[in-house]
């Protein structure tokens, strides 16, 4: 398959492959599980309003469940990963808030850093004894910009920016990917880690409670600039069901990786940075109380 004209309809037969898709009930999210569920997977749908959740799985052809996680909340991450049963084939990490100014989690995290990172990282942890194949998490080209602030996450000693904190977490989740791919092939695990980004995708990402000539100002350039959220999930699909490296990071092809059929793209070079990533996944363990999911026991030093 030339990977330059794949498609969603390019995906492998799923049937008998569970998969879990975080924030599937609307934009990319909804997209890539409409997809999955679509080519035979049975499809879980973890979202935090299960009532729009069962709307969104009442749009899709195929086998799907909803089931409540709010990633901006550790207890409801546990609580989801302590009730699931069975084998997970394929985890999407795709659920994401961008904006928020103050606004915080459940634990007092940072709302983009929280939800967008660490609450990923919990629930990856939490539920790798059950996966068999994969994690593919959502980062951005945002990456580029950020930086991981290790003495405030939360950038309160700092003039608050919405785009720092976005690439902060957005550069976590790359970083994440990296250091979880070392764990696996170090504990000899047969799963992968990868990345996607989805480029420029006209969804609700950032928008909600904001000014309406905003808002309005945001649906014009979607509508002439964007790709749909169909589109959008394509990188996603195609880093969840092919042949390719762990640490793989997919994205459009296209100019500035905006929109186009999807590739390996490039990262910056702090997402590439092992100690970098090693790291922030002890903080990350540490803020969370989660630790590698595989580790039974072993010493640092051994991991």
Known sequence: MNKQSWTAADLPVLHGRT?????????????????????????????????????????????????????????SVRAFAQSWTG????????????????AVTEDG?????GTNHLGHFALTNLLL????????TLASGAHRAGDIYFEDFALRARRYSLAEA?????????????????????SGSAVRSLASHPGYSA???????????LVATVNLAGRLLAQTSEEGAVPTLFAATQDLPGASYVG?????????????????ARASDPVLAQRLWEASEELTGVRFGLDLGRSAADR
Request: hydrophobic share 40%.
């Open 203 to 213: 969804t609700n990402l950032g928008i909600r409670g904001r000014s309406r000539p």
């Open 109 to 113: 995290f940072d709302l983009q850093f």
């Open 166 to 186: 976005y690439g902060q977490s957005k550069l976590a989740n790359l970083l994440f990917t990296l250091e979880l791919e070392r764990r696996l092939r170090k």
């Open 252 to 268: 459009p092809d296209g100019r500035w990786e905006l929109h186009g059929s999807p590739s390996l793209v490039g990262r910056s």
């Open 19 to 75: 998969a879990l898709v975080t924030g599937a009930n609307s934009g990319v999210g909804l997209a890539t599980a409409t997809a999955l569920a679509h080519a035979g997977a049975h499809v879980v749908l973890g979202v935090r309003d299960t009532a729009r959740g069962r709307v969104a799985a009442a749009t899709m052809s195929g086998s799907t469940e909803v089931r409540r996680l709010d990633l901006a909340d550790l207890a």
């Open 87 to 102: 084998r997970l084939d394929l985890l999407i990490n795709n659920a994401g808030v961008a904006g928020g100014r103050g």
């Open 129 to 136: 004894p059950h996966l068999s194949d994969r994690v593919v």
